[in-house]
């Protein structure tokens, strides 16, 4: 059965009624998490977190806005990159890049996969790959953070071979197989969030998790259905789609057998 190992690449903050209406003021941290999925020796990695690159290209112009709208704070050592070193795993030995979506604490660390392929929706990339300035920060998008060579190195989900998901996963119901995952990491759309926005059924010795990427920002948002600030409707790509797969998330947290990750959630 395929394995997943849980990383945090640092963090940003924000007020906690952003998140989930009625929570107050109190400033919260919200870790950027990914996960290194592996598959019979193949590795495939779940975003990226941030990376010191963010804060390079966020320093002037109109991304320094997204400093200040969302601080982030990565300490030394805590890049991807940096973990994976001291923990002697090769960068090289990640085969690819699997890109949830475009937003800059997913994709900050993408220049350190030199030796990487990427995987992303082609929704995803074509949404976001003609948008500067103004129109990239307003969908959370830093342009200099993509690889000058990413379209060379780059492969969508909706090449891949659709299925049709397991019962237990319902309302879920299809799916695109990673390749080389022997069918255990499955990955879905889960729009609204932002264009493009992915998930991943993956099948380990525990059952079946879903990384839900930002389909919720905390655990209260999909099992008490408790909606998000009305605030955060102006940074998603469809409101009506991100509240349609939060009630789908919703109905998949009544399977005992299914566990749901989320990027951003606090520490347990």
Not at 43 to 61: H, I, P, V
Not at 80 to 99: P, T, W
Request: charged share 15%.
């Amino acid at each position: 059965m395929a394995k997943i190992i849980p990383f945090k690449a640092g963090y940003c903050t924000h007020i906690a009624c952003m998140a989930m209406r009625g929570a107050g003021f109190n400033v919260c941290q919200f870790p950027a998490r990914a996960w290194l999925i592996e598959v019979d020796g193949y590795r495939w990695l779940w975003d990226t977190g941030y990376a010191d690159y963010f804060k390079q290209y966020t320093q002037k112009g109109i991304f320094k806005l997204y400093q200040k709208t969302t601080p982030v704070y990565l300490n030394q050592g805590e890049s991807l990159k940096e973990q994976f070193n001291v923990l002697g795993i090769d960068l090289a030995s990640i085969q690819h890049v699997i890109i949830s979506h475009f937003h800059g604490d997913h994709i900050a660390g993408l220049r350190d996969f030199t030796h990487s392929r990427f995987i992303c929706s082609q929704l995803g990339w074509q949404t976001v790959k003609p948008l500067r300035g103004f129109f990239a920060l307003k969908q959370g998008f830093v342009p200099s953070l993509i690889p000058t060579d990413f379209e060379q190195r780059v492969s969508f989900i909706e090449q891949f071979e659709r299925c049709t998901l397991a019962p237990e996963l319902s309302p879920f119901t299809y799916g695109y197989i990673l390749p080389n995952s022997k069918k255990q990491v499955i990955l879905v759309p889960l729009p609204g969030h932002a264009a493009g926005h992915i998930g991943a059924f993956i099948l380990t010795d525990n059952g079946w998790t879903l990384l839900a990427s930002d389909a919720a920002w905390v655990k209260a948002n999909y099992k008490e259905l408790k909606k998000p600030s009305r605030l955060a409707n102006l940074i998603m790509s469809d409101s009506q789609a991100y509240y349609s797969t939060l009630n789908q998330l919703h109905q998949l947290s009544y399977h005992p057998d299914v566990t749901i990750y989320l990027s951003h959630e606090g520490e347990e």
